[in-house]
């Protein structure tokens, strides 16, 4: 911890945007699960991003970066979804299993989150 050289007051800690996010795994696999059931590949996503006029273009690797670090803001989660077509997200399902359980399910049913 820092401290003023005029008081020696420790200072506070300042966010550096690396610390581990509780929710960051957690957006990740909503994201990813509703990429699945809308049988969205990343390059269907980006393609579908970009042909919107809403936000930023999104470049394939881009995206696969921001959604795989599951650090993205709420507004472009809205933007994916609206992107791929999705009226609802149900995020009891996914929140609730362990990551690895996640992962079984998806090679198990033959994911189609290509790259």
Do not use: W
Not at 16 to 30: D, H, L, M, R, S
Not at 93 to 101: D, N, R, Y
Request: some cysteine.
């Amino acid at each position: 911890m820092q401290t003023s050289p005029a008081d020696r007051q420790p200072l506070p800690e300042r966010s550096t945007g690396k610390e581990p996010e509780p929710f960051a795994g957690e957006a990740k696999n909503i994201l990813r699960a509703a990429m699945h059931r809308h049988a969205f590949s990343y390059k269907d996503l980006a393609d579908a991003l970009n042909a919107s006029a809403e936000g930023p273009t999104e470049s394939v690797q881009a995206l696969i970066n921001k959604v795989n670090r599951g650090r993205f803001s709420f507004a472009f989660f809205l933007r994916a979804c609206r992107a791929m077509g999705a009226q609802t997200i149900d995020v009891s399902a996914v929140a609730s299993k362990p990551q690895s359980e996640l992962i079984r399910t998806r090679h198990a049913s033959g994911s189609n989150l290509k790259r």
